[in-house]
């Protein structure tokens, strides 16, 4: 059972591979790559003491020099300060321009990886192994890269694309089961904005909230539909010009959420569950799409265990203030994705500030 | 009188405008770029003092909202840490995507404007606004962009275009008399690598050492056919693939002395003069090019004012040393570019340490 995804860019095109039990043989698929001899493999300590060891082994096997350097865990250690190390090594290790960075981790892990590959010597060459559910479909595709300025997310950072994004569903089993459902909100988002199959057959699941109750098919196809709604999108938009602000979909309050809570108490992929319960609120408003199908959409979310209210202590106008410094902000207003069908969305910058209001307020 | 150089690239293609006493002229020029109203202004005081003025009234007149960022004089100011000063001034003015970031200084400050743009939001609109020799001819075009780490130049930056590069001749004036010698290596180089013509109209001229003695003609000549080298030459290898790598002729010995002299006592023209002379006795030893041509290149790096000499206190093995840890190194081996006629060299990695200690050993 192996899937592999082409994402075709005008400039550069790679592969994502999803096979399961495969940890032990990247070596050979990277050896197909025409890499240079060195790589740097990047990790942080919980996941290089379970899974570093295999890789560098496969690696090494396949003919090529490994260096390693790991990252304390956590969003906090997002920093330009963790890429500012990741040079020091790059530099004590002499990388050229032909060796290769390797991120084996979360989102976070792989974002900063890719920065420092994009910017290295201007640009060297990134392989992502991603361990998380929410890296493997989401993080890990379409070449954003970056890190945190004290003052908010992602603000710095590059496109750059991968050469392979290389899953192992297996790691999953060792996933914190808060992060699984997680990553699940980013799965029921490429169901509501793009694939409707995958909407239905997670519908029809047996159960969504726990890695032990999927079985390794399903885990197969949710992946497979995942990363190829994410490369079909990235790959008609690469630079975010247009089609690509629907991956925003649940996001955009979202953001505002994880901002206002400080990043911990509400998750990434917790506050896009709650994101796109609000922005099926604020659709259902703005009679753009049906009842039946918002309910359908909550009750998939609920299903995967993850929240679905704005957290009581959070006040409707400070997410209004938080929704004005986000990034998608144009000439001062902000863009909402909103979904019309379920595997359909659209882009609207109608949404007021006293809509929100109004959506919101008991 | 104005020239007008197209650089068409696959993804991205700009135009470099070169039109004496036109910095009143830049705002309508801007204006036509489809830019977003605001504009951070990135110089240095010095420059600033000089140049700021002019350049923020025109700009505002054109309608534009125009901040400004100043960042000391000096390559040690081209850390990641003065990157991090410009991404704190564009938060508190919450720059957004469509904003645009310019650069008004020599290559320092185009290279880390150019980098903070690139990185900033994944990257928002930039303009080179060049004012040294150097820079105009070389640093402002094609893409380079970056800063230094604290164990060698330029290792840390992006490849990323601007939208413009818009270069008024008449701002050297105020250019000191060594760096307006330093930027004449560029000059002669591409006569040297690229345009046989340019290299004879170099040896016709009266003189060259000093910008009071050149005619406006003659220079905005120099700074056309000097531009279009290279374009030409980034048009064909965007990201330094192969052609590109011409451009650093001079450069790999050059680079060495800069480093081992710690980048004051010999500035970068000056580097690149003494490393294109020393190029040229390698190529003679090899038997590639003519001692008439060699004369001939050495002659005019003197008629420029520049040293042709390794300073004397340098020792060979340090710069051999020094050359194994160049950017350019492939596979451990150091790749020279080396002229075979005026207007034509070649690239070679038959420079081996004894053949460049057989050169330059007395």
């Avoid at 201007?122 to 379409?142: E, K």
């Avoid at 953001?255 to 099926?280: D, N, P, R």
Wanted: negative net charge; aromatic residues 6%.
């Amino acid at each position: 059972m192996e899937s592999i995804i082409p994402v075709t860019l005008p400039h550069s095109s790679y592969s994502i591979v999803i096979a399961p039990n495969s940890l032990n043989e990247i070596g050979p698929r990277l050896a197909q790559l025409n890499l240079g001899k060195k790589i740097l493999l990047v990790s942080n300590p919980e996941i290089f003491s379970l899974y570093g060891e295999i890789t560098i082994q496969s690696i090494t096997l396949a003919g090529f020099e490994v260096i390693t350097h790991t990252i304390p865990s956590g969003e906090s250690y997002k920093t330009l300060q963790s890429i500012q190390d990741i040079y020091d090594t790059a530099i004590e290790n002499n990388l050229e321009r032909s060796s290769t960075m390797i991120a084996l981790g979360g989102g976070v892990i792989g974002d900063m990886t890719g920065f420092a590959a994009a910017t290295w010597l201007r640009g060297i060459n990134f392989v992502q192994v991603p361990t998380s559910l929410l890296a493997m479909v989401d993080a890990s595709i379409g070449g954003k890269t970056g890190v945190n300025h004290p003052k908010g997310k992602n603000l710095i950072g590059a496109f750059y694309q991968p050469k392979l994004v290389y899953i192992d569903p297996t790691v999953l089993k060792t996933l914190p089961e808060r992060e699984f459902r997680a990553g699940m909100a980013e799965v029921i988002k490429y169901g509501v904005i793009w694939d409707r199959d995958l909407f239905i057959q997670l519908e029809n699941a047996e159960s969504l909230d726990n890695l032990q109750f999927l079985s390794d098919d399903l885990l197969q196809t949710i992946l497979t539909k995942s990363c190829q709604a994410k490369a079909d999108v990235v790959s008609k938009d690469e630079k975010e010009a247009g089609l690509r602000a629907i991956l925003n979909y649940g996001h955009t309050i979202g953001h505002a959420i994880e901002s206002l809570t400080g990043y911990e108490s509400v998750i990434h992929g917790e506050a896009v569950g709650i994101g796109m319960v609000a922005a099926g609120k604020i659709a259902l408003k703005l009679g753009m799409w049906s009842e039946d199908d918002c309910q359908r959409q909550d009750n998939l979310i609920k299903k995967a265990g993850l929240p679905t209210e704005i957290p009581r202590d959070l006040d409707i106008e400070a997410i209004i203030e938080t929704l004005k410094t986000d990034k998608k902000v144009k000439a001062g207003k902000v863009r909402f994705v909103l979904p019309s069908n379920i595997g359909t969305v659209s882009i609207t910058d109608k949404v007021t500030s006293n809509l929100i209001r109004d959506t919101f307020e008991k």
